[in-house]
């Protein structure tokens, strides 16, 4: 077979499958409306998920925290906890590195660091 032949063959099967395409989905610039996908009714999800080997995996469900509404009342009742005071000197010296001199309720001392 001849280059010219090959590519002929080439877009024909390309051409082809196009169509089959379109006939099953619609046209990908829209222009020919396209069928919509079916729509699946999905069962309430198990206790329990199986596979064919293993042991079973259960569904259960837990309480997430994502964010606060009140951060006085967050402050009384977690203040005095180590991790908020690291992420509360983290975020002092973060404006210390900004360029702030004085923050209140933190000491900031100067130290020396070699590079």
Known sequence: MTRSRKRKAAR???????KAFEADFG?????????SPPTVS????KNQIRSGYGRAASVREKRVVTG???L???LQRYGYAD???EVMIRLAQQAVDRGQTEIPGFTIEV???VR
Do not use: L, S
Not at 12 to 18: C, D, H, K, Q, T
Not at 27 to 35: D, I, L, R, S, W
Not at 42 to 45: A, E, I, V
């Open 68 to 70: 606060i509404n009140d």
């Open 83 to 85: 991790e908020v005071a």
């Open 42 to 45: 999905m069962d309430p999800p």
């Open 12 to 18: 024909e099967a390309a051409e082809a499958e196009r």
């Open 72 to 74: 006085t009342m967050a």
């Open 27 to 35: 046209t990908v610039k829209g222009t020919a409306e396209a069928k």
């Open 111 to 113: 130290k020396a660091f």
